[in-house]
């Protein structure tokens, strides 16, 4: 048996203005469709043999898309979709997709509420205690100023599995770290919580980054989390904005590249395929 290696992040687009309102003239390289297709040479050009598609719109039609291109794709292990946990409709939302056997969790986009506690609100927290009847995860999508409040947050469920994307978004290219870090370690103490080592390159320069640059970012989590609750994640396409898809997921395998063969094989796929319930090959 063999260990998956698992890109645990990355989306699939069929651009339309209206339809991604996210994607402005910054991230004009990204008004095209992405899809399996394009994705999957890349997948093979680094060995990795499938992914997590996760929701890039706030709709229920997105959640049915990405499973029709799961049912479609093999290499498509599991999608994180999106429900309306606010919704008082939310158990009928769920149930319609909840039997889906490659619907693994649920994400909001956090970071783009204008009440930082939302995360907190009676409507949203009903909502989310409904996820652990469909074996379901919850993608954490915030920035550092929410990290207290996804604290509080997950000590409220301790039997619902979440992953935190993209570090929470650190300001990498200020060089910030204090708050976010002690952010972090708070967040990490909930053993329920796992961090995907994506995203980072849209915090940094887009242009003039280095590997280094993200070392006391990747440390910070590591010494956090611990290698058993990390994953990677290339955020592609949205991390073609920087650069390719082999420099980006080349940051996190350069930086774990000196560590025991077993740890990264949890961190390129193990710990992926234990935390969306994936059966390994």
Wanted: hydrophobic share 40%.
């Amino acid at each position: 048996m063999s260990t998956l290696r698992i890109d645990a992040h990355q989306h699939f687009i069929d651009y339309a203005t209206v339809d991604y309102p996210w994607i402005d003239d910054r991230h004009g390289a990204l008004k095209r469709p992405f899809m399996p297709a394009d994705l999957k040479p890349l997948l093979d050009s680094m060995s990795f043999n499938g992914s997590i598609a996760v929701q890039a719109r706030q709709s229920l039609h997105e959640t049915e898309w990405l499973l029709s291109l799961a049912d479609e794709f093999d290499f498509v292990y599991g999608v994180v979709g999106w429900v309306d946990l606010c919704s008082p409709a939310v158990s009928a939302q769920l149930e319609s997709f909840g039997a889906h056997p490659k619907l693994k969790g649920i994400r909001h986009v956090i970071q783009d509420e204008p009440d930082d506690r939302f995360m907190l609100r009676d409507d949203f927290l009903h909502g989310l205690s409904l996820l652990g009847r469909y074996g379901l995860t919850y993608d954490l999508l915030l920035f550092e100023r929410h990290l207290p409040n996804a604290s509080i947050l997950t000590q409220m469920f301790p039997e619902q599995k979440f992953v935190l994307d993209h570090l929470a978004k650190p300001r990498i290219m200020e060089g910030q770290l204090d708050s976010w870090r002690s952010g972090i370690q708070e967040l990490a103490k909930s053993p329920n919580v796992y961090c995907k080592l994506s995203g980072m390159v849209t915090e940094a320069d887009w242009a003039n980054w280095r590997e280094e640059d993200f070392v006391p970012y990747l440390d910070t989590v590591f010494e956090a989390f611990g290698p058993d609750r990390l994953m990677i994640g290339s955020d592609w396409p949205v991390c073609t904005v920087s650069r390719d898809y082999r420099a980006v997921m080349n940051v996190v395998i350069t930086y774990i590249n000196q560590l025991p063969t077993e740890i990264q094989d949890r961190i390129l796929g193990g710990n992926c395929a234990r935390f969306y319930n994936i059966d390994e090959m």
